[in-house]
């Protein structure tokens, strides 16, 4: 076997242009310029193009393990398909010297390897028994091999060139006979030795994914790929609800259900629902629309208000604390009731609490590249993590009703908090046991 070569081989060949690949892109990557309009600090800047070159090189990593086995294989095949040609092709037969027209014998094969445009073929070497001049070469599907002239760049007239090697450097000498013009092409034979690379063993660990790693990469392309779908999915319907929209101007109902009132945030049943420029909302908060409880931007600018899980998740607040705060005219709520009678929920407007509840970008949550494991991840947290809350929310009165925990104190609840679910676990795990040994008898 000339060209095929052990499995292993290729697999070394695979992962160092993966390597060489991923080494390129961490070398050429470039942090952009961040426009002064915008107030993004560099640091920040530079955290964002962090996260965009690791998801970018994660792609990259991850595609080049998806395709390694069938470019192996494909590899591996092209190369055991030179070997069969190269054993099996046979030279065109009765092949005549140009000089004596004595039959020439074969004394040389060679592949040579085509392209997209054109296949492998095998290039036989034919010699006259009188040793006479020129030899002659044939393509194993019988068209003879030309060598193509040198023309001179200047009149394109055909030269003469001799060759001159010392071992070192191979000159070849062009010279015209029309114009006398010379030119000149040197070769430096140089002896191929690969370098060691100290740091492949590393980066080929870095770059090259193991299974569990592709199977994970795999799994999130998949997702992916769904979540594609389902956005140009969600495209096209939101054009075809555009257009409906043009003719009917006031809204309309939705088909289906399972839709999601972007008010209360429940689910719609079959009909439940009502579509306009605002939003998709449920029947009971499109009446307090029409009935001027509630303004229709609430359905398209969320950030404008705060519903009571919010009160939960962005300042602990729980739920007897807050209606104690609504009783005593500390928060303006708006109801929200069931076509008018009881309640079905509540909303809190900023503009109704204005220097009371903070625009909710103060409040927001914010991610950190963390170090767990050797292995970095981006970790979300709450606002009152980047500094003090009282810097952080000055001027709003809200934060005079909040109490900042110690980190001690942090820590003590959550020590708490783990030791009740540890309790619950074994109580369940007392409640199954009990329950089998109640059925053993």
């Not at 530079?46 to 294989?73: C, M, P, W």
Request: glycine share 4%; with cysteine.
């Amino acid at each position: 076997m000339q060209y095929l070569k052990n499995k292993q081989y290729y697999i070394d060949l695979y992962d160092k242009h993966t390597v060489e690949l991923c080494r390129s892109i961490e070398q050429n990557r470039v942090v952009p310029e961040v426009p002064k309009r915008l107030k993004v600090s560099k640091r920040e800047a530079i955290a964002v193009s962090d996260t965009f070159h690791n998801f970018h090189l994660k792609l990259i990593k991850g595609e080049r393990y998806l395709k390694k086995d069938e470019t192996i294989a494909q590899w591996m095949n092209t190369d055991r398909a030179r070997d069969e040609l190269l054993e099996s092709a046979t030279p065109p037969e009765d092949i005549r010297c140009l000089t004596c027209r004595n039959r020439l014998s074969v004394i040389h094969k060679d592949l040579w390897q085509g392209d997209t445009n054109a296949p492998d073929r095998v290039l036989f070497m034919y010699e006259c028994p009188n040793q006479c001049l020129p030899r002659r070469a044939f393509f194993n599907d019988g068209e003879e091999w030309k060598r193509k002239p040198h023309r001179c760049s200047h009149c394109t007239y055909e030269t003469k060139q001799t060759v001159s090697d010392d071992g070192v450097t191979m000159v070849t000498t062009y010279t015209c006979p029309q114009c006398k013009y010379v030119e000149t092409d040197e070769y430096v034979w140089s002896k191929q030795t690969d370098e060691y690379d100290e740091h492949f063993a590393a980066d080929r660990d870095r770059f090259c994914l193991t299974e569990e790693e592709g199977r994970e990469f795999q799994d999130m392309k998949w997702r992916l790929e769904q979540m594609s779908a389902l956005g140009k999915e969600f495209e096209e319907e939101q054009k075809a609800r555009e257009k409906r929209l043009e003719e009917n101007p006031r809204g309309f109902h939705l088909e289906g259900a399972g839709y999601t009132c972007a008010i209360c945030q429940q689910s719609t049943p079959k009909g439940d629902n009502w579509y306009d420029r605002w939003g998709i909302k449920c029947l009971v908060c499109q009446w307090a629309i029409d009935h001027k409880e509630i303004p229709p931007s609430l359905a398209k600018y969320t950030d404008s208000w705060y519903t009571r899980h919010d009160f939960q998740h962005y300042f602990n607040i729980k739920t007897p604390t807050l209606n104690k705060w609504i009783r005593n005219d500390t928060i303006k709520a708006r109801t929200i009731g069931y076509y008018g009678d009881g309640v079905h929920t509540q909303v809190f407007l900023i503009k109704d609490n204005k220097g009371f509840l903070p625009p909710k970008k103060l409040v927001e949550s914010r991610s950190v590249r963390v170090v767990e494991e050797g292995k970095e991840y981006l970790r979300s947290h709450p606002w009152y993590y980047f500094g003090d809350p009282h810097e952080l929310l000055k001027g709003y009165k809200v934060m005079d009703y909040l109490r900042v925990m110690s980190p001690e104190e942090v820590a003590e609840r959550e020590e708490e908090r783990k030791a009740k679910e540890e309790a619950r676990r074994l109580r369940r795990e007392k409640i199954k046991e009990a329950k089998k040994r109640k059925r053993g008898k």
